[in-house]
């Protein structure tokens, strides 16, 4: 998939976990931006990524120590950071919106051809049984999809809202 349909996922995440949480405004924002940073951070192993272009130098020790689609797009990776984010004490919301971001972005790699290395350091490539080309009508169509949704629960509470006083109105 690519970083667009990544980072649509992301902000897809990020915005689900702050209606749930019922976060202000700012929360709210925070909450997208990091899911949306979770969402692109695997592709740290691509040096050509965006992340990867970003943080040149880590991006390459990673692809030379452990190549492409492998430590970063596992469960190991994912535990991790979770475990990080445990230690320095990150509000639970904050830690949803990381973990379900980066989780997404596997998901979302595990339906391409190439798969990933989920059970690293197991060198098994998992991938589901169908599978789209990345830059694809599919690859294209998820992020159109996921942008969609973000906007439609963003604005959701506005609809809602202004559907009411307009009914009470009459
Ligand atoms: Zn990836």
């Known amino acids: 998939m690519t970083g667009k349909t990544h980072a649509a996922a992301g ?22 931006v990091i899911a ?4 692109i951070f695997p592709d740290i ?5 965006k992340i990867g272009r970003k943080l040149w130098l880590l991006s ?9 689609r492998t430590l970063t797009h596992s469960i190991l990776f ?4 979770y475990g990080l984010l445990y230690v320095i004490h990150t509000p639970i919301y904050y ?13 979302l790699d595990m339906l391409t051809p190439r798969g990933v290395h ?20 599919v690859d294209l169509s998820l992020a159109t999809t996921f942008s969609i949704l973000t906007i439609y629960m963003l604005f959701d509470e506005g609809f809602k809202y202004v559907l009411e ?3 009470h109105y009459k």
Do not use: N, Q, Y
Not at 13 to 32: C, N, P, Q, W, Y
Not at 45 to 49: A, P
Not at 60 to 68: A, E, M, R, T, Y
């Open 95 to 107: 830690m949803i919106s990381i973990i379900c971001g980066m989780l997404s972005h596997v998901i």
């Open 118 to 137: 989920l059970l690293f350091p197991l060198p098994i490539r998992v991938r589901f049984p169908i599978h789209f080309k990345t830059g694809g009508l």
């Open 60 to 68: 390459w020790i990673i692809k030379h120590l452990f190549g492409h």
């Open 11 to 32: 902000l897809l995440v990020g915005t689900a976990v702050a209606l749930h949480f019922e976060l202000d405004i700012f929360k709210t924002v925070t909450s997208m």
């Open 36 to 39: 949306g940073i979770a969402s």
């Open 78 to 81: 994912i535990a991790m950071i």
């Open 165 to 167: 006083s307009m009914l």
């Open 45 to 49: 192993c691509h040096t050509r990524s």
